[in-house]
């Protein structure tokens, strides 16, 4: 699904809008229920950047003077709660130094609302790349994806911060392949009873069944990643939490160059029990680092793990160019042709 279509375009900041006396907005980038994300050009500093504005969908519209947001009747102290989440969010990211996550460099309120800035990247969303291409990723091209992401989540969870929404569309991927979190669920946990807000595609079944927030935790970014890796190895929804229970395996469906091991990684990261989940990012790079199997199944593995994450040699290689598709960004010509690409 296109996230740029959301919400209609009356709702958003018109090109050339001023904010905060120099953050010139030239383009709307993408848009999520509870935020609008513009590409702006910092005059200060002649430099281009991300906005993210705080809009929430269903609570606040734009007014009359095409800037300024209204809070609907009644819904003045969510939104304040929504607000304050936002502001905290970005103040923990702008603490967070990772080169997967995009670094924070101002917030900032006005028009009613918040708005954070964030280093601008060249690029796109994984979903939408997957849909350009409608087709699953190789395996290869995931575990790259996967090892920096899990390099991401290791860093904000060491300081408690749960990412809650992980999702193809909330992660941007630039031109050489290197992936960066663009959005976040962090701040959804917000409502007068305690209900997270996120796609019922990728939520955890402790989040969405048992309301147990206390419970949440890296176990909880597990169950999203899974959801992901599901997503992009296959193109199909990942199973709803709701359907999952312990013997529910029969409702996911791999391609068959999907590695039987890169299959039990999903399983696990989806298992609904959170006990039977990784526990952390240790964990997780054990399972794909530290075997020292005589199984071919697992050399196997290696191999295409130490492929997927070995620093580029330059052109391929006569028979890597045989394997892969005329692209060589992950849709590799082994993957499932014509499937239809669902992203949620």
Not at 293 to 299: F, L, R, V
Request: aromatic share 10%; hydrophobic share 35%; glycine share 6%.
């Amino acid at each position: 699904m296109d996230t740029s279509t959301l919400n209609a375009p009356s709702s958003l900041l018109a090109n050339g809008t001023i904010l905060n006396g120099h953050y010139k907005i030239d383009r709307h980038f993408a848009t999520w229920p509870h935020i609008h994300i513009y590409i702006a050009t910092d005059t200060k500093f002649r430099e281009q950047v991300f906005v993210k504005e705080l809009f929430v969908d269903g609570l606040s519209e734009r007014g009359e003077d095409g800037q300024s947001i209204v809070v609907r009747p009644g819904n003045e102290s969510i939104f304040q709660e929504y607000k304050s989440n936002f502001n905290e969010e970005a103040r923990t990211l702008r603490q967070i130094d990772n080169s997967h996550i995009l670094k924070v460099t101002d917030l900032f309120e006005s028009n009613e609302t918040s708005y954070y800035v964030m280093e601008y990247v060249e690029g796109e969303l994984l979903s939408d790349k997957m849909l350009r291409h409608n087709k699953p990723l190789s395996e290869s091209a995931t575990i790259s994806h996967l090892t920096q992401l899990l390099d991401a989540l290791k860093t904000m969870h060491s300081q408690s911060f749960w990412h809650l929404d992980i999702t193809p569309s909330n992660i941007l991927v630039d031109n050489n392949g290197i992936c960066k979190f663009i959005e976040y669920g962090h701040y959804k946990l917000v409502d007068d009873e305690s209900t997270l807000v996120g796609n019922p595609s990728h939520l955890d079944p402790q989040e969405l069944e048992h309301r147990d927030f206390p419970n949440i935790g890296p176990w909880t970014d597990f169950y999203t990643l899974g959801s992901t890796l599901y997503n992009l190895l296959t193109g199909k929804r990942p199973p709803l939490s709701t359907e999952l229970n312990e013997a529910t395996s029969h409702l996911y469906s791999f391609p068959t160059t999907v590695s039987k091991k890169m299959q039990r990684l999903v399983l696990w990261m989806m298992t609904p029990n959170i006990f039977r989940r990784p526990q952390d990012v240790g964990e997780v790079n054990e399972f794909l680092y530290g075997l020292n199997s005589t199984n071919e199944a697992d050399k196997r593995f290696q191999k295409t793990l130490s492929a997927a994450t070995a620093p580029p040699i330059g052109v391929n290689s006569p028979k890597q160019s045989e394997d892969d598709d005329d692209d060589d960004d992950g849709f590799g010509s082994k993957t499932l042709k014509g499937m239809q690409i669902f992203i949620f």
